[in-house]
Nanobody, 114 residues
């Protein structure tokens, strides 16, 4: 059974930092491309960052230079380090992967106050 279990997140003031974690089980993690998405109230879900099995990464323009996606294949975990947070980063964040179908984490609220 494939499971994506998230941890981290919470509330922080603008300029602060948070780290999200996602633990993947039930699939060969090292070959998976892993994504972080977010969805703000009233907005569509958007791709924030992704990391390929090669370690290459890609970021949403609005988070470049502030967010870092990383992975630990030995632990089956993917991380999203978020620095210099802004109120517009407030959203529910999800980890995601695809293997014959999409799999999503349960979502984690990130709230940034001004």
């Amino acid at each position: 059974q494939v499971r994506l279990v998230q941890s981290g997140g919470g509330s922080v003031q603008a300029g602060g930092s948070l780290r999200l974690s996602c633990t993947v089980s039930g699939m060969p993690f090292s070959v998976q491309t892993m994504d972080w998405y977010r969805q703000a109230p009233g907005k569509q879900r958007e791709l924030v960052a992704c990391i390929w099995d090669s370690g290459d990464t890609k970021y949403l323009d609005h988070v470049k230079g502030r967010f870092t996606i990383s992975r630990d294949n030995a632990k089956g975990m993917v991380y999203l380090q978020m620095n210099s947070l802004k109120p517009e980063d407030t959203a529910v964040y999800y980890c995601r992967t695809f293997r014959t179908r999409e799999y999503w984490g349960q979502g984690t609220q990130v709230t940034v106050s001004s």
